[in-house]
């Protein structure tokens, strides 16, 4: 949610949860029978009938991939539900089924039927909501129910302006992820990408399932590999805008827009480290394409790569301590991995034609990249940083390009124009599930946003 909606938006939280701390979630009180079936589920254990005080869902638990849950359709209770393009409640199921933790089963009603669905799939629990709209404004009921007992698990309330509803259930479906997984949801995330409109090349930003689309530059100029800074508040990017092709910074909060900073030449590729609060980018200004690094946002630029040989897209390791990037050093642009001050350079990968765009996974574990394969098709490959356990995850001809994480490296955003013309569209880290998120045509160079 965006700065205006936190400031604008009134949340009451009802939950049955007693506290929060870092990575669980404490379920105590008279409800704590209804939502031990709940911790047993994701524990893989068997709930005892002498069940503690507290019940306890941290880290430890993270083994669970998935938990099945019922899903209610959500009541308009006053106002017109036409007058809306969605139902907040589909907007939460989408969030939920996405991302690959819930196994979400759904109905108009909870009666003996659906209950029998819902139980019958595995739920435990299931998802009710209603809402309200008059005038301009809007309230947001979301409550997650033991299905045996009837009792009330979480819940939680929302109100705000019509424009802010959308969000408030993206906020819902993070709570709720939070609540049972301990881990940070990614439906309040956004994507930031480059969009052909005109014959410009703008820069535009839509929430994570491809809405609420906001255009970042009118500029009529091109405007190139936008990167997220400092959260989701800001941005850099390549922008012919004045000229010389330029780095700009986007102020999303202020709507400040300007030249980050000059130099000669060409900068582009910018990639943040949030551990240490600094970019790496490629830039043309001592002649050959090489990687720099400065701190964000007034610091020096420091030259990390000297071998005459074109460096470019550089991006961080999720501890700051590693960058991986292209280099054609060997005859072909091939994936390559160094230390933070331009040492300890390897390369990652040796056979092939064409690397390009890698993006290193926030775990740590995987980078993803582009290649092109025998037909001349560009599709995502992601690898180990060691260089080991290669797994291609695209197969269409065309361009698949551009992968992106999202914050908690379960998915990737990317761009394909297996449909013709290039368009935005995600899948989960392995290759399944991938869906296309735009529809505009044109769009291309996505980044995912912190969250």
């Not at 009541?75 to 007058?83: P, V």
């Not at 424009?163 to 949801?185: I, N, P, V």
């Not at 056979?351 to 765009?357: A, T």
């Amino acid at each position: 949610m965006n700065s205006s909606t936190q400031g604008n938006s009134n949340m009451h939280n009802t939950s049955a949860a007693s506290s929060h701390k870092r990575s669980l979630v404490r379920l105590s009180g008279t409800r704590v029978l209804a939502s031990a079936a709940l911790a047993f589920c994701l524990a893989g254990l068997a709930p005892s009938r002498a069940a503690a005080a507290d019940v306890v869902i941290t880290s430890e638990n993270k083994g669970a991939e998935s938990l099945s849950l019922g899903f209610l359709d959500f009541k308009c209770t006053k106002g017109d539900a036409n007058s809306l393009p969605y139902s907040p409640g589909t907007v939460i199921a989408w969030d939920l089924d996405f991302s690959g933790r819930f196994k979400i089963k759904t109905a108009p009603q909870f009666d003996s039927t659906s209950k029998g669905i819902f139980k019958g799939d595995g739920a435990l629990a299931y998802v009710r909501g209603e809402y309200t709209l008059e005038g301009d404004n809007f309230t947001l009921s979301c409550e997650l129910i033991d299905i045996d007992t009837q009792e009330r698990i979480l819940g939680k309330k929302y109100s705000g302006k019509k424009a802010e509803l959308r969000q408030s259930a993206h906020k819902f479906s993070d709570e709720l992820t939070y609540q049972l997984f301990g881990e940070k949801g990614i439906a309040q995330s956004r994507i930031v990408y480059v969009n052909k409109r005109g014959g410009n090349k703008e820069i535009s930003v839509m929430d994570y399932d491809g809405s609420s689309v906001t255009e970042i530059t009118k500029n009529k100029s091109i405007n190139l590999m936008p990167c997220w800074v400092e959260g989701k508040s800001k941005l850099v990017y390549t922008s012919y805008a004045g000229g010389q092709p330029q780095f700009y910074l986007k102020d999303l909060e202020s709507g400040k827009n300007a030249v980050y900073f000059t130099s000669k030449g060409m900068n582009t590729s910018p990639g943040w480290n949030k551990m240490d609060k600094e970019i790496v980018y490629a830039s043309t200004m001592d002649g050959n394409t090489e990687i720099y690094r400065r701190t964000f946002p007034d610091g020096k630029a420091q030259r990390l790569t000297f071998f005459g040989s074109i460096e470019t897209s550089p991006s961080w390791s999720p501890n700051g301590y590693e960058i991986v990037f292209i280099s054609d050093r060997g005859g072909k642009p091939m994936v390559y991995v160094m230390d933070r001050d331009g040492s300890n350079m390897r390369a990652l990968t040796h056979d092939g034609d064409y690397f390009g765009s890698p993006s290193w996974s926030p775990k740590g574990d995987r980078i993803a990249f582009t290649t092109m394969d025998e037909g001349n098709n560009m599709n995502i490959m992601t690898i180990s940083p060691d260089g080991k356990d290669p797994a291609k995850l695209t197969t269409q001809a065309g361009s698949n390009e551009n992968p992106s994480w999202s914050p908690d490296g379960r998915h990737l955003v990317f761009m394909s124009t297996r449909t013709g013309s290039p368009e935005i569209f995600m899948m989960n880290a392995d290759g399944t599930n991938q869906k296309r998120i735009s529809f505009s045509g044109g769009n291309y160079m996505p980044k995912w946003s912190d969250y």
